[in-house]
């Protein structure tokens, strides 16, 4: 059993497939335009995605055709409306300001979210449309001290840094007082599993600020959704706003173009 930290790492996202990177490298063999340099150096994968569903929306081609036909315009010139970027950016802009952001549904990201804590998980879990969980279980992973997890481990708030005060017994440390009720729910837990009691059942005495682990998938509409209501500044919880912002930072690392609808939301 030991205090624990908030880890959060991109594993996984939206990746255009080998056979339509290879169909756009065939318009170059024809004289098209340099698809191969443009995807490899410019572009990035949601963007070609992104471009895609959005003109197939009003373009008379096919989708397997669009970057194919459509991506010089796009890519390949400045904003039409002397915004930054390229063409393509200012079409993206135009999407988001105009609220269709169903097109951006289609670009998902999937995280390893370690180290946060239970009250953290019931706040997460209530964003349903767009994600999905995967979360590591205190039923089938048994927290005992000598189980193979060595005890649970726990989130200490921020808040509690520096806090004292007076009780009938002396003075007291917030931090110190909370390791205490970590200490003693986990000698109770301890004690109930040696009486026999069930994984399932012993769990009820844990905190929640006992850590857990998950794999969270979600859609770059339902992302932004979150972050606008997690961002700092909107009145939640320090421990989420921690995760909101390490959210936005795995997924602007790798889709820059993004940042800036994390900054309007």
Same mark, same amino acid.
């Given at each position: 059993?030991?205090?624990?930290k908030?880890?959060v790492?991109l594993?996984?996202?939206t990746?255009?497939?080998?056979e339509f990177?290879?169909?756009?490298i065939?318009?170059?063999?024809e004289?098209?335009y340099?698809?191969n340099?443009?995807l490899?150096?410019d572009?990035?994968?949601g963007?070609?995605?992104?471009l895609?569903?959005i003109?197939?929306?009003y373009?008379?081609?096919k989708?397997?055709?669009?970057?194919?036909k459509?991506g010089a315009?796009?890519f390949?010139?400045?904003?039409?409306d002397g915004g930054?970027?390229?063409d393509?950016d200012?079409?993206?802009?135009?999407i988001f300001?105009?609220?269709?952001t169903?097109?951006?549904?289609?670009?998902?990201f999937?995280f390893?979210?370690e180290g946060?804590?239970?009250?953290?998980?019931?706040?997460?879990?209530?964003?349903r449309?767009?994600f999905?969980f995967?979360?590591?279980?205190q039923?089938?992973v048994?927290m005992?001290?000598?189980d193979?997890?060595?005890?649970?481990?726990y989130?200490?708030?921020?808040s509690l840094?520096g806090?004292?005060?007076?009780?009938?017994d002396?003075?007291?440390?917030?931090?110190?007082l909370f390791?205490?009720a970590m200490?003693?729910?986990?000698?109770?837990?301890?004690?109930? !599993?040696?009486? #026999?009691?069930? %994984?399932e059942d012993a769990?009820a005495? $844990?905190?929640n /600020?006992?850590?857990?682990?998950?794999v969270m998938?979600?859609n770059l509409t339902?992302?932004?959704s979150f972050y606008?209501k !997690?961002?700092? #500044?909107?009145? %939640?919880?320090?421990e989420?706003?921690? $995760?909101?912002? /390490?959210?936005?930072?795995?997924?602007v690392?790798?889709e820059?173009?993004m940042?800036q609808?994390f900054?309007e939301v």
């Amino acid at each position: 059993m030991a205090e624990t930290k908030m880890n959060v790492q991109l594993i996984a996202h939206t990746k255009i497939s080998d056979e339509f990177f290879n169909s756009l490298i065939e318009v170059d063999s024809e004289g098209g335009y340099d698809f191969n340099h443009l995807l490899v150096h410019d572009v990035t994968d949601g963007q070609a995605v992104a471009l895609t569903a959005i003109r197939t929306c009003y373009s008379a081609n096919k989708p397997t055709e669009i970057v194919a036909k459509e991506g010089a315009k796009y890519f390949g010139s400045k904003a039409s409306d002397g915004g930054a970027g390229t063409d393509a950016d200012r079409l993206f802009r135009h999407i988001f300001a105009s609220k269709h952001t169903s097109t951006l549904e289609h670009i998902s990201f999937t995280f390893a979210v370690e180290g946060v804590s239970r009250a953290l998980l019931a706040q997460l879990t209530r964003h349903r449309a767009g994600f999905s969980f995967s979360v590591q279980s205190q039923r089938y992973v048994r927290m005992g001290s000598d189980d193979k997890i060595g005890g649970f481990d726990y989130v200490v708030p921020n808040s509690l840094e520096g806090k004292s005060g007076d009780t009938s017994d002396g003075k007291y440390n917030a931090e110190t007082l909370f390791k205490q009720a970590m200490s003693l729910s986990q000698q109770v837990y301890d004690d109930l !599993r040696k009486a #026999g009691v069930p %994984a399932e059942d012993a769990r009820a005495v $844990l905190p929640n /600020a006992a850590a857990t682990n998950l794999v969270m998938t979600a859609n770059l509409t339902a992302l932004l959704s979150f972050y606008s209501k !997690r961002r700092s #500044g909107k009145g %939640a919880q320090a421990e989420i706003t921690e $995760l909101a912002e /390490a959210l936005r930072r795995e997924v602007v690392d790798v889709e820059p173009w993004m940042a800036q609808f994390f900054e309007e939301v």
